[in-house]
């Protein structure tokens, strides 16, 4: 028990010593930093040395780092710190989706929104239909959705009423099929490998495949046109580290929390080739054709584009990538389709509730 009790002491006494070392480092780097400006006096306002102690970026650094590995903070209050590195955003810096309000049931849509969303809907379908195109509208859950496992415990489950689960509920009970929601399929996939970024609100190569998945089933009748879904066991995922990315950049901590980055192996062959590309569209055709469909996918994020591309330019004929609505149907009245995907993301239905 005594050897402990020393043990414990002198590892205290070592680890505030270490810190103690790098604070007086740090304080005199930034003290010579502030001669060589020629300060005149310390207390003066530019250049003072107070202000280049807090603006030095190796102690800044220092400083959120230990506060995330202590204290497991960020020093922001719109970042949640969760559960094995897991950094999520309350609010989408892009969109300004509420993501935490939404996550606890406190941003619901109203009955006339989801009226209008399904009007939205069916009006784009109708559209796709009269110029000869199957319509497929596929929501991309948000990573707080389908990572709820690693939220913190404080924030409880996920609501069922949250806007997607509305929609979902509203759409089946008018038996609206041009949706397709994977969030289940990604769930379930999680506990073979993980699906999203967890430094940031976005897909990795595996959770690519299991949206791809989920369209292909609902595509399931294109079989005898010789459509060939690409099998699981057709293409391998590794994991490596890599920097955090943006959600962990905005919180200064890229280089302290690492994203777990899944990528596809070489194992799959890339068999198609970019035959086309102007501004919002890009056009891929396959090496050895395998059928005649000519298939829209429209990513207004280029991120969901580059890696559903492998999957669905290895599938299809033709797959011409567009960037949003105007251009899609610029595309599907100029040249035509056969089928138009559209993906949207969580964060943006509020935007066909409009």
Not at 265 to 275: I, L, S
Request: proline share 1%.
């Amino acid at each position: 028990m005594k050897r402990n009790k020393v043990i414990d002491f002198l590892t205290v006494t070592l680890f505030f010593g270490i810190l103690l070392s790098f604070m007086i480092y740090t304080g005199i780097e930034t003290l010579m930093q502030y001669e060589r400006n020629g300060a005149v006096s310390i207390g003066e306002q530019k250049g003072g040395f107070n202000s280049m102690f807090y603006e030095d970026e190796n102690l800044d650094g220092f400083v959120k780092s230990f506060d995330y590995r202590v204290f497991g903070q960020t020093g922001s209050a719109d970042l949640i710190v969760g559960k094995d590195d897991w950094l999520f955003e309350v609010r989408d810096t892009q969109s300004g989706y509420e993501r935490l309000l939404d996550y606890i049931g406190g941003n619901q849509f109203d009955d006339k929104q989801l009226e209008r969303a399904h009007k939205k809907i069916t009006d784009d379908k109708k559209f796709c239909e009269d110029n000869g195109a199957k319509y497929v509208l596929v929501v991309v859950p948000d990573a707080i959705t389908v990572c709820s496992d690693k939220v913190p415990s404080y924030l409880g489950l996920q609501s069922e009423n949250t806007r997607r689960a509305q929609l979902n509920r509203y759409l089946a009970g008018v038996s609206e099929s041009a949706f397709v929601d994977p969030t289940q399929s990604m769930i379930e996939a999680n506990e073979q490998l993980c699906t999203y970024n967890n430094t940031e609100n976005s897909i990795n190569a595996y959770g690519a495949y299991v949206i791809y998945e989920g369209v292909m089933r609902e595509l399931d009748g294109y079989a005898q046109r010789g459509v060939v879904p690409i099998a699981r066991e057709d293409v391998e995922f590794f994991t490596r580290l890599t920097d955090g990315k943006s959600v962990a950049v905005r919180a200064g901590l890229d280089k302290t929390v690492k994203n777990r980055t899944v990528s596809l192996t070489d194992k799959m062959e890339y068999d198609y080739k970019v035959v086309g590309s102007s501004k919002g569209a890009i056009l891929t055709r396959m090496n050895v054709a395998s059928n005649d469909m000519r298939v829209i996918v429209e990513c207004a994020d280029d991120w969901d584009r580059t890696q559903l591309t492998p999957y669905f330019s290895n599938t299809f004929y033709e797959v011409v990538y567009t960037s949003g609505e105007d251009g899609t149907r610029a595309v599907l009245q100029k040249d035509g389709a056969d089928i138009v995907i559209r993906l949207v993301h969580e964060g943006e239905l509020g935007y066909i509730a409009k």
